[in-house]
């Protein structure tokens, strides 16, 4: 199964995988656990690139070019019959460069741009969680932080978080809130992923 963690800064995405990941363990699956950007040269030129604040077009190159290569480990781990959790994909890239785009051009032209620069790539997730969080709340959680990417800013989080519910509907996540405790957040996660698993067994 090939299962994607998606959501704005701040809403316990990375810890979240992470468990989910040690979750799978423990029913007996293999689990490939990654995330984007990934840590290849690839993915520390997509970090240059976001800290010298690169037009948004050269952003969204930069994440299709580490995504490019990412897409092909993630197919050989699936071909050997493990499950892959990927912290963050091409959905950020719609929410996120979509929300930047926003100031040149419109939402549905961004997004149609965005996705089909994609679509010969294409890897279709099995599963997709959108975690949701007040933006506000989402900057306090990750606060403490040394380093802060400069698009952890509130009004444009919120934008993007808007930009992830339309992809929801588009391309039925399952929508998660992450307003509450990392427990609660944790089972309903669980909850959704042994329906998945259930179903995929019949
Ligand atoms: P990430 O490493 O997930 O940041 P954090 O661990 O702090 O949540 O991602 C870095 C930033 O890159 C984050 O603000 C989201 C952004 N991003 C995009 O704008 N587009 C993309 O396609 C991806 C994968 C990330």
Not at 30 to 56: C, H, M, Y
Not at 91 to 117: D, F, H, I, N, V
Not at 183 to 188: D, M
Request: with cysteine.
């Amino acid at each position: 199964m090939f299962i994607v963690v998606e959501g704005i800064d701040g809403t316990g995405k990375s810890t979240l995988a992470r468990m989910l990941g040690n979750y799978l363990r423990d029913r007996g699956c293999r689990v490939f656990l990654t995330e984007e950007p990934t840590d290849s040269w690839l993915g520390k030129a997509v970090r240059q690139g976001i800290e010298e604040e690169k037009n948004p077009f050269t952003q969204a190159f930069l994440f299709f070019a580490d995504r490019a290569e990412h897409v092909n480990l993630i197919k050989k781990h699936l071909e050997i019959g493990e499950d892959v959790i990927c912290d963050r994909y091409v959905y950020s890239t719609y929410a996120y460069q979509g929300a930047q785009l926003e100031t040149q051009m419109s939402l549905p032209r961004a997004l149609s741009w965005l996705e089909k620069l994609y679509e010969p790539i294409g890897l279709k997730p099995d599963m997709v969680f959108l975690l949701t969080v007040e933006p506000e709340r989402g900057l306090r959680r990750i606060g403490s932080r040394e380093k802060k990417e400069k698009f952890e800013r509130e009004e444009f989080l919120k934008r993007v978080q808007e930009i992830y519910l339309l992809l929801a509907k588009k391309y039925d996540f399952a929508v998660v809130d992450s307003n509450r405790s990392l427990n609660e957040v944790y089972g309903e996660i669980v909850k959704l992923i042994d329906k998945q698993l259930e179903e995929k067994e019949k």
